[in-house]
C-alpha cells in the first residue's frame, strides 16, 4: 500500500494498470469509521432496500397515498418503489432550480435529490419530506435541513460491496431492523469476489479483467432486486472502520485539483462538484467523441443518469445525453488526475497547460494557463 499526503493508503498500481473510475476494487483503509453516524439510522442491503423498506412503512403505518420523485433521477431507484405508491414526476435537475410540487398534506411524500453532492431543494412544509444524500451521504450540511427522512446508497462514495442506510433527525418512526436475506449474500459474495479480482488485476496478478467485469455485472443486477435486506455483515463492520470523513475529504481535494486542471475545455462547461466532477458538453456527439477517448485510455467516466427515451422529460433526456461525470475519489492522486485533464483536453482539441493543484484543504484558485504543456502518458489497454 502507497500513503497519499493526507494518510490514505492507495493499492500500488504497476504501470500499464492505472485504471481511473468504475467499480471499487476491494480496500479498507483504516480510520475512526462513520464518525458523524445519525443515532437513528437503519441499514440495508442498499439504497433502493432502504427507500422500499421506508415507503412500505409510510403506507402500512401512516397512511401514505403518492410518492413524488424527481424527473431527473435513477431509473433503479424509482422502479424499486413502483407498484409500491402512485409516484408522480416533477420537473427538477441538476442545471436549474426544481419546481417541487406544492403541500399535499402528510400522506404525499416527496424525494429531493442532493445531485452530485449539492444541497436539495425541499418542497413547502406540509409533505413528507425525504432527502436521497447518494451523492454526498456524509455532508456537514444534512442535520439543518428540515427533512422527515434521508436515505443513501453507500456503495457510491465507499469501498463496500453493498450498504444503504436510512435515518431520521426528527422523532419519527422507522423501519424494524432487517437481517440480510440468503439470497442478498449470495450477490455480497459475487459482489466481494469481483473487488478482490480488480484490486489483485491493479496490483500486477495476471487476472483475468473480462471475468471480474463479468461478476461486477451480475452482483449489479441482483443488488436491490428482491425483497428488501439488511446489510451484510462485511460493510456493517467495514462501516466502523472506514475513514469517511478523511475519504470525503480526499474526494473533495481532488474535484478542485481536477476542476484547476481541466480549466475550460472548448465546449464543456466544468462543474465541480462534493461528488466527483461534472462536465456538461455542448452536443451528445461531442460526450460520446471525449467517453470514447476516456475509456480508451482505462479512464471510465460515468453517465447520471440514461433516461428513457419514452418517460424522460425533454430537460431531462437532453441534459443526460450532453453530461459526463469524471470520478475523483480516493483512488485518484496528482499524476492521475492529470492524466484525466490531460486526456479531457487533448479529446476537445486544447492545449494542455500546467497548473498548480490547490493544497489539500484549499479551494480552487482561478485557472491560468502557460506555454507549457503536461505530457499524456499512452497507457495500453
Known sequence: MRVVPDGVAVTP?????????????????????????????RLFGSGRHAL????????????????????????EAAEAVTGLLPVRYYPADPTGPATVPPPG???????????????????????????????DPHAPWLPDLDAD??????????????????WTYRRHP?????????????VVGTM??????????????????????????????????????????YSEQALTV????????????????????????????VHPRPLGVVLEFDSPEHREQVRADLIGADVYPAVLWPQPLDEASPTALDFSRRMLFLHSDFRSDGPDLARVAALVRRSCGE?????????????????????EHLPIPVQPN
Open 52 to 75: 422500499r423498506a421506508l415507503v412500505q412503512l409510510g403506507r402500512r403505518e401512516h397512511g401514505w397515498t403518492v410518492l413524488h420523485l424527481p424527473d431527473y433521477y435513477c431509473r
Open 174 to 186: 422507522l423501519p424494524p431492523v432487517t437481517p440480510p436475506t440468503p439470497t442478498h449474500l449470495a
Open 149 to 166: 427522512y434521508v436515505f443513501a446508497s453507500l456503495r457510491k462514495t465507499l469501498p463496500l460491496p453493498d450498504g444503504g442506510a436510512l
Open 242 to 269: 472506514l475513514p469517511t470523513a478523511e475519504l470525503r475529504q480526499r474526494r473533495i481535494d481532488n474535484v478542485a485539483r481536477l476542476a484547476a486542471l481541466l480549466t475550460t475545455p472548448a465546449g464543456v462547461r
Open 192 to 233: 466481494l469476489s469481483a473487488m478482490c479480482l480488480k484490486a489483485a488485476y491493479l496490483a500486477g496478478s495476471p487476472v483475468a479483467k473480462e471475468h471480474y467485469l463479468a461478476l461486477y455485472r451480475t452482483a449489479e443486477q441482483g443488488l436491490g432486486s428482491g425483497p428488501v435486506s439488511g446489510i451484510s455483515a
Open 13 to 41: 498500481r504497476p504501470a500499464g494498470r492505472q485504471e481511473v473510475g468504475s467499480w471499487f476494487p476491494l480496500a479498507l483503509p483504516d480510520g475512526g469509521g462513520w464518525t458523524s453516524r445519525p443515532s437513528r439510522l
Open 105 to 135: 398534506g402528510p400522506s404525499e411524500a416527496v424525494v429531493s435529490v442532493s445531485y452530485f453532492g449539492a444541497p436539495p431543494v425541499l418542497p413547502p412544509p406540509g409533505s413528507i419530506r425525504i432527502v436521497d444524500a447518494t451523492h
Open 351 to 371: 492545449p494542455t497547460p500546467v497548473i498548480n493543484p490547490p493544497r489539500c484543504g484549499a479551494v480552487a484558485p482561478a485557472a491560468t494557463t502557460t506555454p
